[in-house]
């Protein structure tokens, strides 16, 4: 992990959504999504046939669906950024 920020999404509905506190890995091709650390912030999530979604409250915020073993996102990233939180060390 390099740093931590903020990812804005533009979700199935076509309303763009802010997920902040997102780890940047350099070197990961494709965008992950915790379902864990959602529900940790209370979000719940269910799935019928293959398809995922995620809500909170009476909204759905995000939807998926399922290919292979992955739900893969309705939606695109719009912005996202990174602060960089670790620097270079020298290993002594």
Known sequence: MVGIG?????????????????????????????????????????TEGEVLKVSKDALVFMKGVRYGHLYILQGLTVIGFATVTTSSSNVV
Do not use: P, W
Not at 16 to 21: E, S
């Open 6 to 46: 903020t990812v804005q999404i533009k979700a199935h509905d076509d309303i763009v959504r802010t997920l902040i506190n997102v780890h940047h890995i350099s070197n990961l091709k494709c965008n992950l999504i915790s379902l864990g650390t959602l529900e940790l912030n209370g979000f719940m999530y269910s």
